[in-house]
């Protein structure tokens, strides 16, 4: 279960301000004014939890009175960090919360709500009435869409991430779209991509010596070995990619010229599709309402490009390359071939 950080913020300013006050109150008494007074239950265990999370990783200065058993500050000046828990950054918290739950299951998940939370701080105090916190259910004004993101095995995570973290190759069985079987993958890790609701492994393939992008959630039988590589200093996907069309990607790079009209016209050219990017007006062919364009770029990305100017079939068409042209075209043919 995700952690709802502001109101653990809530909680540990409430008895950083108890502590503070110097009246070395004993752990029960202190329980007992965070019902009352603050109006937050907790229990003996996640008490004694707080108190040694505030000492580990906020440096509180915590200890107990040897008579009393009270709890106090032995360095009287210090005042927990101010936590953002004002009403619009506990919304802007949320939100950030959501998003990230939409890429859970990374080994990474975990590491990252530890750094929201620590980046949730601010070095100076904050007085208790600043610290309200919206108690109406997860707002549902502002929400995150998209594809369905598959399950991935947790044992994939684990054996992933160790292989990146030791740079080792690993094996697997795979079968890709064009494929009619699977087949024995042996691949060196380079880095773990999220397109469209799906983690992508992006690996250079040993044996045929090429890069390639593996779906998480269709590999099977998946080994890490013994055997360890040098990480290339251009590995990074981003590096070798000129376009926007998500993580498929060719080593030939084309020139794309594109007709566009109506809504695809107005989608596409606010937006950066590839390298040298062009947009003028297709004089020739200005559509029905007169605002058609003609969109220009550079990219490696043919096969996600084809599948997105086909998607505008009614709105636009491929100018050039001819291997754009062509793929279209063949498209029209088996679409006419249906409706006959």
């Known amino acids: 279960?995700?952690?709802?950080?502001?109101?653990?913020?809530?909680?540990?300013?409430?008895?950083?301000?108890?502590?503070?006050?110097?009246?070395?109150?004993?752990?029960?008494?202190?329980?007992s004014e965070l019902g009352e007074k603050y109006n937050i239950k907790t229990s003996r265990t996640s008490f004694f939890r707080d108190i040694e999370e505030l000492c580990e990783k906020y440096a509180a200065?915590?200890?107990?009175?040897?008579?009393?058993?009270?709890?106090?500050?032995?360095?009287?000046?210090?005042?927990?960090?101010r936590f953002y828990t004002d009403e619009n950054a506990a919304k802007a918290a949320k939100l950030i919360k959501?998003?990230?739950?939409?890429?859970?299951?990374?080994?990474?998940?975990?590491?990252?709500?530890?750094?929201?939370?620590?980046?949730?701080i601010e070095n100076h105090d904050l007085a208790l009435e600043n610290i309200r916190i919206n108690k109406?259910?997860?707002?549902?004004?502002?929400?995150?869409?998209?594809?369905?993101?598959?399950?991935?095995?947790?044992?994939?995570?684990?054996?992933?991430?160790?292989?990146?973290?030791?740079?080792?190759?690993?094996?697997?069985?795979?079968?890709?779209?064009?494929?009619?079987?699977?087949?024995?993958?042996?691949?060196?890790?380079?880095?773990?991509?999220?397109?469209n609701g799906n983690w992508n492994l992006h690996a250079l393939d040993v044996v045929k010596n090429g890069?390639?992008?593996?779906?998480l959630s269709e590999i099977r039988n998946l080994e890490i070995t013994n055997e360890v590589f040098i990480l290339p200093k251009d590995y990074d996907f981003r590096i070798m990619t000129m376009g926007s069309f998500g993580c498929m990607c060719h080593d030939e790079k084309l020139d794309y010229k594109i007709h566009l009209h109506g809504y695809a016209a107005r989608y596409a050219k606010n937006r950066v599709w590839g390298e040298n990017q062009k947009v003028v007006a297709d004089?020739?062919?200005?559509?029905p309402d007169g605002?058609?364009?003609i969109l220009s770029f550079t990219s490696n990305q043919l096969f996600a490009i084809q599948r997105w100017?086909?998607?505008w079939a009614d709105e636009g068409w491929p100018i050039e390359p001819d291997v754009l042209v062509e793929d279209w075209k063949g498209k029209v043919r088996k679409v006419c071939g249906m409706m006959e």
């Open 211 to 215: 890069r390639r992008r593996y779906t």
């Open 1 to 31: 279960m995700a952690v709802d950080f502001t109101e653990k913020a809530k909680r540990y300013q409430a008895i950083d301000e108890i502590i503070a006050s110097g009246r070395k109150l004993k752990w029960n008494q202190i329980i």
């Open 61 to 81: 200065p915590i200890d107990t009175d040897v008579e009393t058993n009270g709890y106090f500050y032995t360095d009287p000046q210090y005042r927990l960090p």
């Open 136 to 195: 109406k259910t997860d707002n549902d004004r502002i929400i995150f869409v998209g594809a369905p993101n598959k399950e991935v095995p947790a044992e994939t995570w684990r054996v992933i991430a160790k292989a990146l973290n030791e740079n080792r190759i690993i094996t697997f069985d795979y079968q890709s779209l064009t494929d009619t079987k699977p087949s024995r993958r042996r691949v060196q890790p380079w880095q773990l991509i999220f397109d």
């Open 291 to 293: 605002d058609g364009i």
């Open 309 to 311: 100017v086909w998607q």
């Open 283 to 287: 004089k020739e062919n200005p559509g």
């Open 98 to 120: 959501t998003l990230m739950d939409m890429v859970k299951g990374n080994p990474l998940y975990k590491e990252a709500q530890e750094v929201f939370e620590s980046l949730s």
